[in-house]
């Protein structure tokens, strides 16, 4: 049975940090391409960042480069997506993502960001 079951979100005032982890179970972790997705109320799920299966590129969203960064932990089975000098634009609820020709999704956890 295929898992992904996201942490680490919650209530954050502007300029903080906030680190979003991703434990997956189910398939084999290493093969997949690992990413963070975002849906804000009202707007469209949007990529933030991407890993690639063997950990050696990562591609993220202009509107967090510099500030957010995407690791694995393949012996964890984890994916994290660490956070910084986050805004009020980034609340959104926060979506894991494997993908390889199938992709599976986690149930999301939803970061607020106050000013």
């Known amino acids: 049975q295929v898992q992904l079951e996201e942490s680490g979100g919650g209530l954050v005032q502007a300029g903080g940090s906030l680190r979003l982890s991703c434990a997956a179970s189910?398939?084999?972790?290493?093969?997949?391409?690992m990413s963070w997705y975002r849906q804000a109320p009202g707007k469209e799920r949007e990529l933030v960042a991407a890993?690639?299966?063997?950990?050696?590129?990562?591609t993220y969203a202009d509107s967090v480069k510099g500030r957010f960064t995407i690791s694995r932990d393949d012996a964890k089975n984890t994916v994290y997506l660490q956070m910084n000098s986050l805004k009020p634009e980034d609340t959104a609820v926060y979506y894991c993502?494997?993908?390889?020709?199938?992709?599976?999704w986690g149930q999301g956890t939803q970061v607020t960001v106050s000013s």
């Open positions: 993502n494997a993908q390889r020709v199938v992709g599976y």
């Open positions: 189910g398939f084999t972790f290493s093969s997949y391409a």
């Open positions: 890993i690639t299966s063997a950990g050696d590129i990562a």
